[in-house]
């Protein structure tokens, strides 16, 4: 196999790997460094001649690599890794130009690059990955650093509260017709788009509670969406309502006490129909006694 040929067939697969990490398949991140390994020898194998370069070039090959891995945050330190990479390419131009794999591993690089700095955190997640960034920052962080996750989400957040709407109704009619895992897909999108939504954390939350397998995972997943539509809408008694489900699939008997006593305290002057009709449960069986 000739030597160009070797070269594009390792160009190929680094973009098939790009394309295994936006799928969110297994191996996808591995198998990224691993083509950089072998990017990097092909380099040194190539230029043997240009060693100095050659490295700084490898260097810069994984400075975007950990880009891709969020290990290096988008914004303001790729704008520097950009600058830097600027004025290296001009000091070198000369000598990067006498190989074509040469100058196709900086054209990657660039792109990458270019995309850490012109790209906020959110996008530039939401660019190379299949998770929306409020999902894959929500999954990072327990329950209880709820408010910790709260802040990276609203640091990057830009609202486009239009479009999420729209998202929105898509989510509520995908759940209407217990198509799950669009429903789940679209309310994950709708929220990445705004996320000071209260409505679609806690629609989220009660599709993971009610129609996805459930788990303990899940169940605590739930409850974060809920503890966020709560710290969204101090009175939103429904939220209340199903985090003590939770909270009672859990046997997190304490918890679940102060949520049903909050529901009931909120609710407890309506009629029988109206209490059945926004709870799904009667109000003389809800206001059975009950203890911490």
């Given amino acids: 196999m000739g030597s160009e040929k070797k070269g594009w067939i390792l160009f190929v697969l680094f973009l098939m790997a790009l394309i295994m990490k936006k799928a969110g398949l297994v ?41 891709l891995q969020s290990w ?36 990657l690089i660039s792109f990458v690059l270019i995309t850490a700095a012109f790209f906020n955190v959110r996008s530039f997640h939401n660019f190379y990955r299949t998770t929306y960034y409020e999902e894959y920052i929500r999954s990072k962080y327990t329950e209880q650093e709820g408010i910790i996750a709260d802040l990276y989400i609203d640091k990057h957040k830009n609202p486009e509260k239009k479009k999420s709407e729209l998202v929105l109704k898509m989510a509520f009619e995908a759940d209407s017709l217990n198509k799950n895992d669009l429903a789940l897909k679209l309310y994950n999108q709708s929220i990445d788009l705004d996320p000071d939504n209260a409505n679609a954390y806690h629609r989220r939350g009660f599709l993971k509670l009610t129609k996805l397998e459930l788990d303990v995972d899940m169940a605590y997943s739930a409850i974060k969406d809920f503890d966020r539509a709560i710290r969204l809408q101090q009175d939103f008694t429904l939220a209340y309502f199903h985090r003590y489900l939770a909270e009672d699939y859990l046997a997190l008997k304490g918890r679940a006490f102060l949520d049903r006593k909050k529901v009931w305290e909120a609710d407890s002057l309506l009629s029988e129909t109206d209490f059945l009709k926004k709870y799904g449960i009667s109000k003389t069986s809800f206001s059975k006694p009950f203890y911490p």
Avoid: D, H, Q, T
Avoid at 32 to 49: A, E, F, H
Avoid at 78 to 104: D, P, Q, T
């Fill in 72 to 107: 290096i945050p988008s914004g303001r330190p790729g704008v520097i890794a950009l600058i830097c990479w600027i004025i290296f390419i001009s000091l070198r131009f000369i000598k990067i130009i006498e190989s074509r794999f040469s100058i196709r591993l900086c054209m």
């Fill in 27 to 67: 191996g996808s991140s591995i198998l990224l460094y691993c083509i950089g390994v072998l990017l990097s020898y092909r380099l040194l194998k190539v230029n043997s001649n240009r060693v100095r370069v050659n490295i700084l070039i490898i260097i810069f090959l994984f400075i975007s690599l950990f880009f």
